[in-house]
């Protein structure tokens, strides 16, 4: 069976940092493409980065958290990072991890974990 199990998250002040890790397992990390997302209360999920299946790859982020978000993944461990730095009180939200087949392009992922939360106050 498919899993992703994400964790990390937690409440941090303005300014914080804080890394999310998902661990997948029941298919072939690392011949899948990664990505993040989040959803805050009321809004659309939306894209926050993506990884390539080897590490050192194209790692896009969007424009809203570039420069403050990197991820990351290590295939020996089945896992995808993301270290959030700089956290502002509008990253708040639910995360989620995601998987996708390297054939699919531009869509959302075949996978997803069941998300973690990320409270950003003071």
């Known amino acids: 069976q498919v899993q992703l199990v994400e964790s990390g998250g937690g409440l941090v002040q303005p300014g914080g940092s804080l890394r999310l890790s998902c661990e997948g397992s029941?298919?072939?990390?690392?011949?899948?493409?990664m990505s993040w997302y989040r959803q805050a209360p009321g809004k659309q999920r939306e894209w926050v980065a993506s990884?390539?299946?080897?590490?050192?790859?194209?790692?896009p982020v969007a424009g809203s958290v570039k420069g403050r978000f990197t991820i990351s993944r290590d295939n020996a461990k089945n896992t995808v990072y993301l270290m959030m730095n700089s956290l502002k009180s509008e990253d708040t939200a639910v995360y989620y991890c995601?998987?996708?087949?390297?054939?699919?392009?531009?869509?959302?992922?075949?996978?997803w974990g069941q998300g973690t939360q990320v409270t950003v106050s003071s």
């Open positions: 990884i390539i299946t080897s590490a050192g790859g194209s790692s």
């Open positions: 029941g298919f072939t990390f690392s011949s899948f493409r």
């Open positions: 995601g998987a996708t087949h390297p054939d699919r392009v531009g869509v959302l992922p075949d996978y």
